[in-house]
């Protein structure tokens, strides 16, 4: 780790970041580094908690629908720009779909003469979520989205931040821990845990990692279903009574997991768009 902190000390990075936002796929460099350095580095992390790409083209396309669904749909003329409108990205990781949100609603504004800095301190940090569980890809989303708003003009205030949370989305809220980084850690799941239990999440959307063999526990130690797997045992049953199924071990796959954790938030606020 010491040898990447010297190496990065000498490059130059504003040669490095001079497209940034610019190109298209993996040339994005900020993601770039992370795809590359996670396979090598630790592959088999990799496979656990399915970090995989995803193509650019595919998340621009999935955003731009869902701006039109929210305007033609559900009287939201202003799409994903509505003020009102949630959002949340379970999975996070490098938040290459919430870039594409935030610029799908900047190019609302870019003719609006100063229009954007208001909007984004009153109507945007407050409203546009992610969940992610690895250290590496939260820090680089925090920077690609910090960096997005930079390159648009925002400048953040010192007590601004972007709603992008260490935790696991799978899990409730954890225990304080004893020093300091332990703590940090809990106070970010147990912000996450409150905008889970009690925004009004209106579009949840994102690819959750794929692994059949889920490290997200459906039960706990002592053989008690966790909070993910008293969701899922919905799946399991039809009209009150169980299915009956003899090999239920694909239930157990992470992305099915994500995608009941999406079902009970949009189920919460009663309405919404979920893509996952």
Known sequence: ?????????????????????????????????????????????????????????????????IDHLL????????????????????????????????????????????????????????RIFGFELLMAPYAIAHLKLGMQLQETGYQFGSDQRLGIYLTNTLEEAIQKGENLFANWISDEANQAAEIKKDKKIMVVLGN?????????????????????????????QVDGHPLGERNPKWLQDDYVKFIRFAEWRIERTKFGIMVL
């Open 208 to 236: 959750p990692p794929y692994s059949g063999h889920s490290a997200n526990r459906s039960r706990d130690a002592e053989g008690k279903l966790t909070f993910i797997g008293k969701l899922l045992a919905d799946y399991q």
């Open 71 to 126: 305007q033609t749909r559900f009287n939201r003329p202003q799409g994903l720009a509505d003020e009102k409108t949630l959002i949340l990205d379970p999975a996070t990781g490098t938040a290459t779909f919430l870039y594409f949100v935030i610029d799908q609603i900047y190019q609302k504004f870019a003719k609006q003469a100063g229009a954007w800095d208001g909007y984004v301190a009153k109507h945007l940090l407050n």
């Open 1 to 65: 780790m010491n040898d990447i902190v010297e190496l990065l000390k000498h490059a130059d990075m504003s040669e490095i970041l001079k497209d940034f936002g610019k190109r298209e796929g993996k040339e994005d460099p900020v993601v770039h580094f992370y795809e590359t350095f996670l396979a090598a580095y630790d592959p088999k992390m990799r496979e656990v908690r399915g970090v995989y790409y995803t193509p650019e083209p595919v998340v621009s396309y999935i955003v731009r629908s």
